[in-house]
């Protein structure tokens, strides 16, 4: 699966962004999905997941009550609504996807596909 990140952007603290990530290639709903950030000199930290069938979704406890991952499984979408932002949530933000993993998965080394990045900056 190819996947395509985008609505990274520019926002002041307090503000609100909503990042999209178009997969193709083979069934997008086969695909455990996730959202990871990564910011220069630091490891990819995980960000949010959520289960093939919207069954499991999971949080980093720094986004829990401001950020949403959903995902449309007929556009062969995945989103992360950010809301709430601020300064520390200043990173490239990553979508994974994951082959029909038997359970969650947090850890980045375990996907197996990746999208290119958008970068997202919050001003103080």
């Known amino acids: 699966v190819q996947l395509q990140a985008s609505g990274g952007g520019l926002v002041q603290a307090g503000g609100s962004l909503r990042l999209s990530c178009a997969a193709s290639?083979?069934?997008?709903?086969?695909?455990?999905m996730g959202w990871f950030r990564q910011v220069p000199g630091k490891e990819r930290e995980f960000v949010a997941a959520?289960?093939?069938?919207?069954?499991?979704?999971y949080y980093q406890d720094s986004v829990k009550g401001r950020f949403t991952i959903s995902r449309d499984n007929a556009k062969n979408t995945l989103y992360l609504q950010m809301n709430s932002l601020k300064p520390e949530d200043t990173a490239v933000y990553y979508c994974a996807a994951k082959f029909r993993p038997a359970s969650v998965i947090v850890t980045a080394s375990q996907y197996d596909y990746w999208g290119q990045g958008t970068l997202v900056t919050v001003s103080s």
């Open positions: 290639g083979p069934t997008f709903s086969d695909y455990h």
């Open positions: 959520i289960g093939r069938n919207l069954n499991i979704i």
